[in-house]
């Protein structure tokens, strides 16, 4: 999906926003007169409230138990740093079997693969479930049988990249993620299953539900992957947020590579389009035929072995 067409997403989130923000104005106004004839338990009662709303507020959406703005400074320092938030130490966590600045490369497949696809997607994204169920299955087998090795990176644009945006438009992207990371922890089969279900057409929510922000939900469909299922440090990760501030980093990359649109594909390099307005290839079809195209051009084999590179080595012909 592109950025432009989230846009009219955010602005009917905004709005849902305010019309919240008036209905609370109201009951605000209407707390402040009863108040006034009333005692100090219910000045202190209002408070109180106050303070629960703006701590949900930093915390996210509703199910999500990580502290974003924690998360944040702590992504600022990377990997192997720390910083203080209301008086606690936060380190930065890397999932294993990542590599690169901050441990935000996750490149999964053969490494002596010829090839590599970067996949550029967001968990929100409806139009990235819908690859995924109509062609994720290629990549899968694609990526088992060498044909190319997969570099995923996820941007978090449908939450929004800013304070403001992230008030109003949710944190499943960002959440979901994190949870990915902690899947990734696991292996990288675990992640990929994990990824699998997320964007089912079963699991994988409206682009407007921010289903994706509720931890629970996020263990309660881990529990499809057999990897996953009650591994207690997986659960105990999501809950944390151990992987919140790798998330965001991850999603920076995102932004610094300057991809407009998810999902994109790039095959060495070159931005796979299935015509000539740049849309993405979501059929089998579309999408093996510029892959294949690529491989050709580049002179180089797909991976899965042909006729007569087996010859050449000596290996018979499955």
């Not at 849902?16 to 609370?24: A, G, P, T, V, Y």
Request: aromatic residues 6%; charged residues 30%; hydrophobic residues 30%.
């Amino acid at each position: 999906m592109s950025k432009r067409n989230s846009q009219e997403a955010k602005r009917a989130a905004r709005e849902r926003l305010r019309i919240e923000r008036e209905k609370q104005a109201k009951k605000e106004r209407m707390r402040r007169q009863l108040v006034v004839g009333g005692s100090i338990v219910g000045v202190l009662a209002i408070a109180a409230g106050v303070g629960v709303a703006v701590a949900n507020m930093n915390s996210g959406g509703e199910g999500d138990s990580s502290n974003w703005s924690a998360a944040k400074k702590v992504a600022t320092k990377g990997a192997g740093g720390t910083a203080t938030v209301d008086g606690e130490k936060l380190s930065y966590a890397a999932p294993a079997n990542t590599s690169g600045k901050n441990g935000t490369d996750i490149v999964i497949g053969d490494k002596d693969a010829q090839h590599t696809l970067e996949i550029y997607e967001d968990m929100r994204c409806p139009v990235c479930a819908a690859f995924e169920q109509n062609t994720g299955d290629v990549v899968l087998k694609d990526i088992e049988k060498g044909k190319y090795k997969a570099s995923f990176t996820f941007g978090t644009f449908l939450d929004g990249d800013t304070d403001e945006e992230l008030s109003s438009n949710g944190t499943g992207s960002k959440n979901a993620l994190s949870a990915l990371g902690a899947a990734l922890n696991v292996s990288p089969d675990a992640f990929l299953e994990y990824k699998k279900v997320l964007f089912s057409k079963e699991d994988h929510p409206a682009e407007t539900d921010d289903a994706f922000a509720d931890d629970q939900h996020l263990i309660d469909l881990a529990q499809k992957v057999d990897e996953l299922k009650g591994d207690k440090k997986f659960e105990k990760a999501v809950k944390q947020g151990t992987y919140d501030s790798w998330a965001l980093n991850v999603s920076q990359k995102f932004r610094d590579s300057g991809v407009q649109g998810t999902p994109t594909f790039k095959l060495d390099g070159t931005h796979l389009k299935a015509n000539a307005q740049g849309s993405p290839p979501m059929t089998p079809e579309q999408f093996n035929t510029l892959v294949d195209q690529e491989i050709a051009k580049s002179g180089g084999k797909d991976g899965g072995g042909d006729e007569q590179s087996d010859k050449k080595e000596g290996r018979p012909k499955e």
